[in-house]
RNA sequence: GGGCGAUUAGCUCAGUUGGUUAGAGCGUUUGGUUUACACCCAAAAGGUCGGCGGUUCGAGCCCGUCAUCGCCCACCA
C-alpha cells in the first residue's frame, strides 16, 4: 500500500488486490451490522443456493446483482445487513450423496440406515457449504458472515417448528391419501415442481375387455387403449362418456372453429384431427369390409350402446386378474380419444383417481414403493414395472386379447432428480391448506404492499397462487426437517390431555380416517412414553425444502423470537432472484411472512434475467454446462465478472454467454462443446497436452493445469478495469511529482489559458453531476445495464478521452497545476465510489492508494458536492473513511449541469474529431504538424480559439485562424460541419483527386438529406407537427444547405485549380 | 391448449414518453510504442431495425397479422 506511485504496475493486479482488501474488509467487519437506531435499515437476505454442489454464473450473478444494490445502499448511509445462508434442498443433497454411495461403496441408504446417511450428508453439506461460501467471498460479496444461516441450523429449526405447529393448531394442515408423483428409484414423493416431461417412443396398446353375458345386439368386447398396460391389474372400471353423441358433435364444431381460425401451418394437423373424429360418428362403410375390429369400436353407435349397458350396472371382465369390473358412464370419457373407452386405475392415474372418487370405485394400489408389484398384482407380484409390461403384455396377447400396438409419442413424467419415469402413486401425505394463505399473498401483491419488477411477473405470481392447489408438504426422505408428528394409537382423548395438561406447545388431533391421534409439538421431541401406558411414534417423513426456505426472510432474522434484529430489519428491503422460483420460493415467502409476522418478507422483488450458454441453455449443475465463476475470476479478475454480468443486466432479455476453454500451456482456444463441457480434463487439439476443467475429480487429473474459461464480455470487463486503472495511475503520478514552486516558469502558457481554461473543467463537473445522478437513479430501479453503460461512457470516453488528455498540458503548468490536480482528485474519487459497488476490489485498491497521495496536499478551492465540500483539502479526504465501501455515496449537484456548456463542447469535439479525420485519411504522418483555419461565427470563434493548445496536443493541429473572415488556404481540404467549415492546410501532403472525390461524396450525402427534408417541410408536417420540431427541422435543413454550399464552394475552387495548373 | 419474451451491423447486444442522418463492444480495414494504459490510441467501412398491412405530418418504438426462435404453465387413456 504504501509503494511510491511510480512503482505502480501498468497492470492492475486482481487477485493481489483481491486477496488483500477481502482480508481488509473482513478484519475491520466493515460489513458487520446491527441495529442502529440512528439509521435506517436495509436488509438483503441471500437467496440460499443449495449446498447439492458449488456455485456457477447464474448464481455469480444473481449475488453480484444483490451486492451491488446492497453496496450501494451502504455508502447511501443505510444500515446495511446482506444475510448469507445456504439451503439444505433435501431431495438433490440427499440424492446426490446415495448416488455417491452407490457409485463409490456400492451401498444404498438402507444399507447405512437414517443416522450414518444424514451424517454423511452433513459431512458433505460441510464441504459445499465452504465451498460456497468462498465463492461468494471471491465475488466480493458484502455480506455479514457472522450471520451466515443453513436451513437446517437451529435458528431455523425453532422457526419451522413454530411455524409447522401454528397451522396445525390452526387446523390448515391435514393428512389425506393423496396421489402423489413417486420416484421409484429414490423412493419418494415429489412435487409437480420437480417433475419435467420427456418426449420418448413408447406404444399404445389396445386390449379387449370381455362383456360379461353380453346381450345378441351388444359387443362382446370393449377394447381399451393405454400406454401403460400393466396398470390394468389396478382397474376397477371402464368408463365411456354418457352423452358419447352429444359429446362428438360438440369437439367435432370446436374443431371447426379453430380450423377456420388456426394459420397455415396448423391446418393441415387440424383437418386430420377433425376427419378423423368425424369418422367416429358416421359408419365408415368403406371399411366394413375389413374384420379389423378396433375400427368397429370406434364408432360412435358402439359407445351408445356400451352408454346404455354402463347405466345398466353390466360388468366387463378384466383379463388376468380374471375379476369382474364395471361399466360405468363418467365424462372423463372422451368419445374422440383412444376408443373412446378408458379403464380407470385410481391409483395410479391423477385423472382416473378424480373418477374413482366421483364414482366411489375401489382404489387398488398395485405397487410397491421400490417400483416392484406388490401383492394386489397375482402372479406378476414382484416383478418390476418394465417387466411386468413384457409379461402381461405377452399374455394378453397368447389370450388373444390384445387388438394392435401402436407406436405412439408420449409425454412421460420424469423426476428431475433422478430422471427416472415418475409413477403416479397413492401415498399417505401432509397438505397445507391453501385457500386463505394464499389469497393473503395474492392480495399482498396486488395491493402494491410487495412490488415485482419487472411488473409483466406479476402475473404468474398470481395465477399460480389463485389455482390455491393444496402444497403438499411432506417428502419421504431422511434429509430435512422431521415432521414434528407423533401418533398415538389407542388412547383416549382425557389420557392425552391428561399427558400435556398445562401445556400449550403440545396440539393434537383425531384421524378418523386411521382411528390414530396427531400429536403435534412445537418445540421439544416428545419420548415414546409421552403418553403413559402408550407407545407413540414420530412421523418417518420430513418436511419439503421449501417449507423452511419460505421462512428465510424472518427466521434468518431470529424469528419466532423478536429479536432486535427481527423488529429494525423487517421487512426486508428488496428480495433480489431468479424467475424459475418465483411461485415456488417468492410466493410461499409471502404467504409464510404474512401468515407467521403478519407483515410482510419484502419491499420490492426483482426478478433478473437468466445466465445461458452459448447453445441458449440455461446453466445446471445436471446438464454439466455451469461455469464456476472462480475460474472467471482466476483469469479475469472478480472486478471483471461482476461488471461483465451487471452490463449484460437488461430488463428483457437473457444473459447469453459464449464461454471457452483457454490451453494454459499455449493459449489456444479450445471450443466448449456440449461434449467436452463435462470432462474432467480436455486435451489441447494444438499443444497435445491435457488440462483440467473444473470437473477433475481424481488426483492425477487434479495435478494438471487449468484450463480458465474466457469469454469476449469478460475481457471487455477486463479491460475496462484495466482502463480506470490506469487512468488512476495517472492521476496518481501526476499528483506524486514535486510541487512546482518556480514562479514565471510557465507565465506564457498561463497567458494562453487564463480567459477560458475553465470550459473542460465545468465540461467534466456537469459531465459527472449528470454521470451522478443516472448512475443512481438506474441502480436504485435495478436497472443494473444502464448504469454500466452511464459509467462505462463516461469514465473510458469522457474522463479519460478527454478530460485526462487535456488536463495534461495544464499540469505542467505551474499557475494551473493544483486546480487541475484537485480536479483530477475530485472527478477521479467521485468515479471511483459510482463504481464501487460494481467493481470493489479496484476501486478499493485505487481508492487508498488517492488517499495516501492526498496526504498533504491542499487544493484550489471550487464548489463541490456533498463529499468535497467547499473548500476541498487531500486532508480532508485522507481523514473521511478508512474504505471507501463505507464511503459516501456521491450526491449529484445539480447546479453543475449545464447542457448549453455541454453542447459547446461537443463542438470543440466534432473539430477535433474531423482534423484527426482529415489526418488519418491523408495519411499525414503522425509526427507532421499541421495547419488548419475554421470559419465560424464570433460566438464559435470566442468559444474555441482558447482551446488552440488542445488541438495541437491531441491532434497535432496549429489552428491558423478563427471567425466569418477566414478564407480557405490554397491547397487545404475542406470539412463542411454544422455552422462551421475546417479547412486543413495539406500543402504538398494534398491529393486533389481524393480532395475531389470526398466533397463530391459528401455533397451527394448532403443533397439526399436536403430532398427528404424539404420534402418533408412541403407536406402536412409543417401543418401538423409541433412547432418547435418544424422549427428545428427548417433549422436543420438551413445547416444541411450552408454545408453543401460550402463543399459545392471548395470543390469549385479545387476544379479551378486543376485547370490553372 | 394458455401465458411471457425475443427477432436491430459479420457476432453479442443497447435503443427512455413516436421527432434531425438508428448506437456500443467484439470482429474487419487503415494508420500509430503521442510519457497513464497495446488489456492502448486515432480513424474508417458495415444496418430496407424478421415479412406484410394499418394508425400518424412522422414508426425500430403504437395496433393488426404472418414467420421464426426461446422460456414458463397445463394436458395428452
Known sequence: MNEPANEIPKQYDPATAQEKWATFWDENQLFHSQPNPNKKPFCVVIPPPNVTGALHLGHALNNTLQDITVRMKRMQGFETLWIPGVDHAGIATQAVVERRLLEEEKLTRHDIGRNALVQRIWNWKEQYQTRIINQLKGMGCSCDWTRTRF????????????????????????????LVNWDTLLQTAVSDDEVFHETITGHFWYIKYPVIEPKPDEPKYVVVATTRPETMLGDTAVAVHPDPKTALNKVISDLKKRLAAAPEKEKYDLQKELDETENRLHNSNNSNNSNNSLLEHLQIEHLQILARMATEGRCVMLPLANKPIPLITDVWAKPEKGTGCVKITPAHDPNDYEVGKRQKLPIINILNKNGTLNENAGKYSGLTIKKARETIVADLEEQGLL??????????????????????????????????????????????????????????????????????????????????????DGATEKEIEKAFAGRNDISWQWDSENNVWWICSQTEDLPENAVPNYKIVQDDDVLDTWFSSALWAHSTLGWPEQTPELNYYYPTGVLITNRDILTLWVARMVLAGKFNTGKKPFHEVFIHPKILDKYGEGMSKSKGNGVDPISVIAKFGADALRFALAYLTTENQDIRLTLDFECPYCGTIVEQTKKNRTQPKIICPKCGVSFRTQWAETESDKMLAEGPMIGERFEVARNFCNKLWNAARFVLLSLQEPQLNESGKHQNHTEVHTENHFLEDRWILSRLATVTKNVTESLETYRYADAMRFLYDFAWDEFCSFYVEMVKSRLADETQKTQAQAMLIFVLNTLLRLLHPVVPFVTEEIWQRLRLSCVGFTGGSFTGNDFISNDFTGNDFVKFAKSIAIAPWPVADESAINSEMENQFKVFQELLRAIRDVRASRNVPPKTEIAFSVRCDTPTATLLKPMEPYFLSMAKAKATGWGEAVKAPVLSSTVPLTGMDVYVDLSDLIDIAAEKAKLEKEIAKLDGFIKSKESKLNGDFVNKAPVTVVEKERQSLAELQEQRQSALDALTKLKNLKTVQ
Open 403 to 488: 387388438v394392435s400396438v401402436e407406436e405412439r409419442i408420449i409425454e412421460l413424467a420424469h423426476s428431475d432428480r433422478s430422471k427416472t419415469p415418475i409413477e403416479p402413486f397413492l401415498n399417505d401425505q401432509w397438505f397445507v391448506k391453501m385457500d386463505q394463505l394464499a389469497q393473503n399473498a395474492i392480495d399482498t401483491v396486488k395491493n402494491g404492499e410487495v412490488k415485482i419488477i419487472p411488473e409483466r411477473y406479476k402475473k404468474g405470481y398470481i395465477d399460480w397462487l389463485s389455482e390455491k392447489r393444496d402444497w403438499p408438504i411432506g417428502r419421504q426422505l431422511w434429509w430435512g426437517h422431521r415432521i414434528p408428528i407423533w401418533y398415538c
Open 151 to 178: 436451513t437446517l441450523d437451529e435458528t431455523c429449526a425453532k422457526a419451522v417448528r413454530y411455524f409447522f405447529f401454528n397451522l396445525f393448531k390452526q387446523k390448515l394442515i391435514y393428512r389425506g391419501k393423496r
